[in-house]
């Protein structure tokens, strides 16, 4: 029988803990069955070399934006970013932007500041006909008010709420909104066991992607080593749980899904399992 065939939709292939064995855990994760990947931008200064990385490796493509943690960086002026980021996206392997969002917990800076950058986002992801990658921490109240903006006048934006760590309320606008909900490792925390019923109650299998966030957030039972993609299996076994799905029905989803959603992506581009 084939073994399932997952796609990490969001990690940091480029972060510098990798950077001594990168081709290692590329082949780790192909071994485990993790046959394709999204490597994320956090910063435009960063997405030359993300982009010369990705082209290592036919089934990793990439993504260019600015983390909210990082709008006060140098480079982050607000009248030449939608330019700049059309011109990243005309790359090839660049499926989308971000990410981007609202950070109240870690970032430091203005919250204004994040706002205006998110809608140069939004409204650049409209433009390019791209989905947009969102990052919230501590921000689902102004989150919500600015999609929900947003969206009366520009219905057709497309997204992700990545690493999802929210409410049911924001999962359920997630899914009004037809945008897609990011499980990472945080679905096997126990201290995240509060996203056990949104997940399997507010999350139908159609909205659901999968992440490692990797090097960060390895799932159990791997937690506190460095994360990579190849540890999405642990994820995936939790979600598949919760959806009373089996593993192979979960992996065929959310591939179906990643596509429906980074229409620019190439399934033949996916190794074979």
Known sequence: MTRPSFIDSHCHLDWRSFADERDAVVARAHEAGVNAMLSINTHPKSFASLHGLVQAYP???????IHP?????EGTDEDTLADTLRACAQHDKVIAFGESGLDYKEARGDKDKQKRLFRIHLQVACQCDLPIIIHVR?????LITLIDDFRRH???LRGVLHCFSGSAVLAKKAV???FFVSMSGLIT???CRFLLPIVREHVPASHLLLETDSPFLAPTPKRGARNEPAFLVHTAEKVAELKNMSVEQLARQTSDN?????RKARADAVLAP
């Open 154 to 156: 520009h219905p057709e």
């Open 138 to 142: 501590d921000a689902e109240e102004d």
């Open 176 to 178: 009004e909104w037809g």
């Open 69 to 73: 943690c990082y709008t006060e960086e």
């Open 258 to 262: 990643f596509f429906r959603l980074f």
């Open 59 to 65: 089934n990793v493509w990439c993504s260019v934006g």
């Open 189 to 191: 925390y126990n201290s």
